[in-house]
C-alpha cells in the first residue's frame, strides 16, 4: 500500500455551522475542497489506532466523497471504518452504530433536509465518541485548521466496493461494511412495542410514510413493512435517489404538502409520517389532522411510558427556546425536569449524557431521545404507532385528550426568507437595543410584560451560548419568539415563532393562526418586520 502526500492551500469558508459543513455540491466536489476539511478534522482528532463509523444520506457525491474519506483514514492511520453499505447510513443509525461499537467517533454526510444533487447541496459532519455532534470547541478548531492547512495523506489505491457485507482492508485499516438498517431496527425492537404495533396493523389500521426519496427509504420498508405487517405500498417515495427525486426533502406541511393533502382527503389512512434526506426530522399526522411538532413532543412524553424502552418513566424533558412550552406541562405534571436550551441538536448532549432528559425534540421536527446523540425521525414515527396501538385511539382523539388535559398551546412559526442580511440583522440588531423598554409598552393592543435576548447556560458543564433570539411576553401568555436562521444558503431568513397558551376550560378547536393572529400583530408593532422587510406577509407559515 502506497500512500502520497499532498500539497494543498488553505480554502476559504471552509466554516462548520449548525450541524457540520454545508455547502453547494458544484463548491464540496471543487479540487482538494473535501480533501482539506477531511485532512484539517484529522489533525485535530488524531485519528490514528482508531475505528469510526462512516456514512451518508445517498445524495450526489456521497459514494465518491466516502471513497476518498477511505482513502484518507487509511493514509492517516485510522484503525478501522465502519462503513454502510453502498456508503448510506441514515443519520441517527449512524449515531447508534458509534455508540453500538463503542468507536471514537463517525463522520456523517449529508445536508439533512435541503434539496441534492449537482444543484443542491452536500455536508460533511464529526460526531464524537457518545454519537452525537461534535461540540463547538471541536469545530472550532476544525475550523481554524483549514485556514493553515499545507498538505494532505491519502492513499494510492481506491478502496473496496462498498456494496457487499463484510471485511476488507485498505492497507492496514480495516473496513467493516455493514448493513446500514439491521442494528438500527433492532434497537427500534428493544424499544418499542413491536407486538402492539403488529396488532393494530392486523386489526386493519393503515398508513402512510413518505420517505421523499430519501434514505429512510430503506429503514422504513423493513421496519414498518417487513418487521410489523403494514400493508405493502405504505411506505411511498421509498427508492432513494441522489436528488431525492428533484425534490425538497423536508417533512414539513410546506414541502410534503402531497402527504398532508392525502391526510386531509377522503380516502386518508389512519396515520401519516414523513422524515428527511438523513433521517432524522419527522412529520406526524392523522386522518384529517396536523400534528405540530412541538405538541408531538408533548405527547410522546406524555405517553412514553407506554413503550417499553421508557417504561420506568423519563427523567426529564428537553426542549428548545423557540419550541412551544406544551412539553413543560408535561413535565411538571410528571414531576420531572424541564430544559430549555438554544436551538440545535448539540445542546441536548450533556442532558442527555448525564441522565437529566430522556425526551427532547425541536419545533424544527425533531424529535429523540438518550436512544441516540441525534434527532431520529423513524423513532418519532415508531413511538405513535405504539401509543396509538396501545390506547386504540386515533391521533384526533389522542390530541384532543391531551388538550382537554394539559390545555392546548396554539403554535405557529411564520418565516420571512431571503431578507437581504444587512436589513435583518439591523432589524434584530435594533429590537435587542430597545428590550429594556419594552416591559409595560403597548403592543397594538398587546402589553409587553417581559422581554429578554436568550443566554443560555449548560446546567452539566456550565458551558454558555449567548443571544440565541429575542423572547417577548405578552399579557395574557401570548409569546413570541424571533431570532435569524442558522442553516440557510441565500439571504437570511427571519423567524418569528408565535405560541399562545389557552387552559383546558378555553376555546381548544380554534384555527392557529386566528388564535394567534393577536401575538403576530403585536410582534410585528415592536419588531416591524412587514415594514423593514417590505413584505406583506410571511413567505412561510408552518
Ligand atoms: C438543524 C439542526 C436543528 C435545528 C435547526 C434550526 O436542523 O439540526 O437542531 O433546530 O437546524 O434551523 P434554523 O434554520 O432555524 O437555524
Ligand atoms: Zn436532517
Known amino acids: 500500500m502506497t500512500f502520497e502526500t499532498r500539497a494543498t492551500r488553505p480554502i476559504e469558508g471552509q466554516k462548520p455551522g449548525t450541524s457540520g ?56 492511520g485510522v484503525a478501522r471504518m465502519i462503513v454502510g453499505r453502498e456508503g448510506i447510513l441514515s443519520t441517527p443509525a449512524a449515531s447508534h452504530l458509534i455508540r453500538m461499537n463503542e468507536t471514537d467517533g463517525g463522520l456523517i454526510l449529508s445536508a439533512s433536509h435541503n434539496p441534492g444533487g449537482l444543484e443542491g447541496d ?25 485556514e493553515v492547512i499545507g498538505e494532505y495523506h491519502i492513499a494510492k489505491d481506491t478502496a473496496p466496493d462498498l456494496s457487499t457485507v463484510g471485511q476488507y482492508a485498505l492497507g492496514d485499516m480495516r473496513i467493516d461494511i455493514v448493513d446500514p438498517v439491521a442494528d438500527y431496527a433492532d434497537l427500534m425492537e428493544t ?23 430519501a434514505v429512510t427509504g ?9 418487521r410489523l405487517g403494514a400493508r405493502d405500498g405504505s411506505v411511498v417515495n421509498g427508492l432513494p ?14 414541502w410534503a404538502k402531497p402527504l398532508v393533502d392525502h391526510l ?39 405517553n412514553a411510558h407506554l413503550a417499553p424502552g421508557y417504561a420506568d418513566g423519563i427523567k426529564g424533558i428537553a426542549r428548545s427556546m423557540p419550541t412551544s412550552g406544551a412539553a413543560d406541562r408535561v413535565a411538571e405534571a410528571l414531576g420531572i ?110 402589553t409587553v410584560t417581559e422581554a429578554e435576548d436568550f443566554d443560555y447556560t449548560d446546567p452539566v458543564d456550565g458551558s454558555t451560548a449567548k443571544s440565541q433570539g429575542v423572547i417577548l411576553h405578552f399579557e395574557g401568555g401570548g409569546r413570541a419568539v424571533l431570532r435569524l436562521s442558522g442553516t440557510g444558503t441565500a439571504g437570511a431568513t427571519i423567524r418569528l415563532y408565535l405560541e399562545r397558551h389557552e387552559d383546558p376550560s378555553g376555546d381548544l378547536v380554534q384555527d392557529p393562526q386566528d388564535a394567534l393572529a393577536d401575538v403576530a400583530r403585536a410582534a410585528d408593532a415592536i419588531a416591524d418586520i412587514r415594514k423593514r422587510t417590505g413584505r406583506d406577509a410571511p413567505d412561510v407559515i408552518t
Open 241 to 254: 435517489s441522489p436528488d431525492f427525486g428533484g425534490g425538497h426533502p423536508d417533512p414539513n406541511p410546506v
Open 337 to 446: 425536569e424541564a430544559h430549555q436550551t438554544p436551538t440545535g441538536w448539540k445542546f441536548f448532549s450533556t442532558l442527555l449524557d448525564a441522565g437529566r432528559a430522556t425526551i427532547c425534540g425541536e419545533e424544527s421536527a425533531g424529535t429523540g431521545s438518550d436512544h441516540v446523540r441525534e434527532k431520529d425521525g423513524l423513532w418519532a414515527v415508531l413511538m405513535w404507532l405504539n401509543i396509538l396501538a396501545v390506547r386504540g385511539q386515533s391521533v384526533k382523539d389522542i390530541m384532543d385528550e391531551h388538550w382537554a388535559r394539559y390545555g392546548r398551546t396554539y403554535y405557529s412559526r411564520h418565516d420571512y426568507e431571503e431578507i437581504d442580511a444587512e436589513i435583518a440583522n439591523a432589524l434584530i440588531g435594533d429590537l435587542k437595543g430597545k428590550l429594556a423598554t419594552l416591559p409595560g409598552h403597548d403592543a397594538n393592543g398587546l
Open 122 to 146: 452536500f455536508g460533511l459532519k464529526y460526531n464524537i465518541a457518545n454519537g452525537g455532534p461534535a461540540p463547538e470547541a471541536i469545530t472550532d478548531a476544525i475550523h481554524a485548521r483549514t
Open 264 to 302: 386531509m382527503s377522503d380516502d386518508a389512512p389512519d396515520f401519516g409520517a414523513a422524515s428527511d434526506g438523513d433521517g432524522d426530522r419527522n412529520m406526524i399526522l392523522g386522518r384529517g389532522i396536523y400534528v405540530t411538532p412541538s405538541d408531538s413532543l408533548a405527547v410522546i412524553a406524555a
Open 21 to 76: 459543513l454545508r455547502k453547494k455540491t458544484a463548491v464540496f466536489s471543487e479540487p482538494d475542497y473535501l480533501e482539506n476539511y477531511v485532512q484539517a478534522i484529522f489533525d485535530v482528532i488524531e485519528p490514528a489506532g482508531k475505528t469510526y463509523v462512516l456514512g451518508g444520506d445517498g445524495r450526489f457525491f456521497n459514494d465518491k466523497a466516502i471513497q476518498t474519506i477511505l482513502r484518507m483514514g487509511a493514509a492517516n
Open 218 to 226: 430503506p429503514y422504513a420498508t423493513e421496519i414498518l413493512e417487513k
Open 191 to 213: 424499544l418499542i412495542d413491536f407486538d402492539a404495533i403488529r396488532g393494530l396493523f392486523s386489526r386493519g389500521f393503515t398508513l402512510r410514510f413518505d420517505a421523499m426519496h
